[in-house]
């Protein structure tokens, strides 16, 4: 994550609520600045936020959230 701040909510006053990027907002996910919320879309085109898992090297999405689950039939032939 970077050094940006992220609007994460407003006081009833209509202020905004700031956090660094990064930082778990009220829903409990990530909050990310414009920027990273672009990187983390281009290296996780399956859905980062649900699965982000990993790349294989063959480039293939091969885990999710709860660890690896082999779909590349490059590396199962290996």
Do not use: F
Not at 4 to 26: H, L, M, P, W
Not at 33 to 47: L, M, N, T, V
Not at 60 to 68: H, I, S
Request: include cysteine; charge should be negative; aromatic fraction near 8%.
């Amino acid at each position: 994550m970077c050094q940006n701040t992220v609007v994460i909510g407003y006081t009833r006053a209509g202020e905004d609520i700031e956090a660094k990027c990064g930082s778990t907002n009220q829903w409990g996910g990530q909050a990310l600045c414009a920027e990273c919320e672009d990187q983390a879309r281009s290296r996780y085109p399956q859905g980062w936020r649900d699965a982000p898992g990993d790349t294989c090297r063959h480039g293939t999405y091969v885990g999710d959230a709860w660890g690896p689950d082999i779909l590349c039939w490059r590396c199962e032939a290996e």
